[in-house]
Structure formats: structure tokens, C-alpha cells
């Protein structure tokens, strides 16, 4: 069977794309190991002091540290008070609900810059904005509903029958949750939290605008360093790329291989 020419240039286009960005981010990598490169096809020499000069001169320990603290802090909170709403809506049926969940759906759909600022307004008014706990609260706004919209189907999913059939034998609500339900919804939440975490660590405008000296993560840091007045190296600055996008390809690979795309998909209740 002969390829029909759209299909080629379809093909062509996508290698196009993947070629390009495989040779910008290798570009990151070997300049980041190089010792010297101009005017040829790789550095003359190749060395791995760059990553220690970025990690003295960015203070990439304490950025690091920060950025896990927020990271963490962001999924336990975003899972205790997301999970519970997740499967409020979907074992209750009430008025508004469709409007409650458009209202969860607004931050993920949306670019966080457009309510960023006032956001950021708002905490520089109650003086929270440039702590630990103001890039905390910015990030709780598109982790919570995130964390919603991928429960709620895995909620769903669970038959109510087995929940009735838990209270008929005499099981209170707390252990409903603890010994029922939460088992089969751990890998939804695990699911959740991963994806929040690899959110989180790479949400730049809302940490960028409430973020201060001492509350700092790594892809602030990373713009910081790019933008910042003064003169340093292009390979250290490609070193802490290198870092970033590196912790990032671990959390995308890890979430791949704990997430199901087929359960993000809402199940559409049957009611006849």
C-alpha cells in the first residue's frame, strides 16, 4: 500500500520538530561539559566544573531545598483538601454544580499569568507575597482543582453498591474511607500527586511573582540566572539548565509509569 503524500509530509513535519529539539537541548548539554567551544562541531575539551561553579554560584542546595519544601507542601495540601472535594462531586448532585466545576476547570484552562498578578496583588496587600508561604498559596490555586479533575473520574469509577454494602454491615464512614475506598483510590492519588509535583516544580509565572530571596525555586532560579545583571559563564547557566531539565524528565518519566491516560477520561453516568 503506497503512503498518500500528506501522510509523508506529516511524518516529515513531526521528525522536523523532534530533530530540532533534540539538537537544542543537546546544544545544553555539551556546552554545559565544555571547555571551550567556538567555531566547530564540539568543545575542545570537555570538563564537569561548570556544575560545581553553578552549583556554588546559583546556591543551587538552598533552591533545591526550597523548591522539594513547596513542592511537598503544595501536594499535601493540594490531596487533603482535593480528594475530598473530587468525590463530593461525584456521589453528590446539587445545584450549580456544573458552574462549581467550570470554576475548577478556570485555572488549568487559562494561562496563570492573567490571574498571576491580581493574585500576587492581593498577597503583597497581606504581606505574604516573597515567603515560603506565599508561593505555596499561588500554587494551591491550579494544583487543587488539578487534583479534582483527576480524581473525580477514579471516583466514579468505584461502584456506590460497594459503599452501601460497607454501611449495611455495620462500617462507620471513617472506616469506609480508610479501609474501602482508600485503598482502591491510592493509585488515583498517587497519580494525582505526581502530576501535581511535576506542575509545581515547573509552574514559572506564579512562583516568579510571589516568590523572594529565600523562597526561590529551580525555574525561577534558572530565569534568574539567564536575566540577572552581571556577567557569568554560559556554561554554568547551561549546567543549571542541564539540572532542570533533567529533574524534569525524572518526574514526567516517573508520572508516565504511574498514570493511566484512560482514567483521566470522566465516566458519563448512566441514567436510565
Do not use: C
Request: aromatic letters at 10%; charged letters at 10%; a positive charge.
Amino acid at each position: 500500500m503506497i503512503a498518500r503524500p500528506g501522510r509523508w509530509i506529516v511524518w516529515a513535519v513531526v521528525a522536523f520538530f523532534f530533530v530540532n529539539l533534540a539538537g537544542l537541548v543537546l546544544s545544553v548539554v555539551v556546552d554545559s561539559f565544555g571547555d571551550r567551544w567556538f567555531g566547530t562541531w564540539l568543545p575542545e575539551g570537555f570538563t564537569t566544573h561548570w556544575y560545581g561553579d553553578a552549583w556554588r554560584e546559583f546556591g543551587l542546595s538552598q533552591v533545591l531545598g526550597t523548591t522539594a519544601v513547596v513542592a511537598l507542601t503544595v501536594i499535601a495540601i493540594s490531596v487533603a483538601v482535593g480528594v475530598p472535594a473530587a468525590y463530593a462531586l461525584a456521589r453528590r448532585s446539587f445545584p450549580g454544580k456544573r458552574l462549581v466545576m467550570l470554576l475548577f476547570v478556570l485555572p488549568i484552562l487559562i494561562p496563570p499569568i492573567t490571574y498571576g498578578i491580581p493574585l500576587a496583588t492581593v498577597l503583597y496587600k497581606f504581606q505574604l507575597a516573597g515567603s515560603m508561604t506565599g508561593v505555596i498559596l499561588a500554587n494551591l490555586v491550579p494544583s487543587i482543582p488539578f487534583v479534582v479533575l483527576t480524581m473525580t473520574p477514579f471516583i466514579e469509577q468505584i461502584d456506590p453498591k460497594i459503599e452501601a454494602a460497607a454501611r449495611m454491615s455495620g462500617a462507620k464512614t471513617v472506616s469506609v474511607f480508610t479501609r474501602i475506598l482508600g485503598p482502591l483510590l491510592l493509585p488515583g492519588i498517587l497519580a494525582a500527586a505526581i502530576l501535581v509535583l511535576v506542575r509545581t516544580v515547573g509552574m514559572f509565572e506564579l512562583t516568579f511573582l510571589t516568590a523572594g530571596p529565600d523562597s526561590t525555586t529551580l525555574v525561577v532560579a534558572l530565569y534568574n540566572s539567564v536575566f540577572a545583571a552581571g556577567i557569568r559563564a554560559n556554561q554554568s547557566v547551561d549546567a543549571m539548565a542541564t539540572i532542570y531539565t533533567a529533574s524534569m524528565l525524572v518526574l514526567l518519566v516517573i508520572a508516565l509509569r504511574f498514570v493511566n491516560p484512560t482514567q483521566l477520561v470522566t465516566r458519563v453516568a448512566d441514567d436510565t
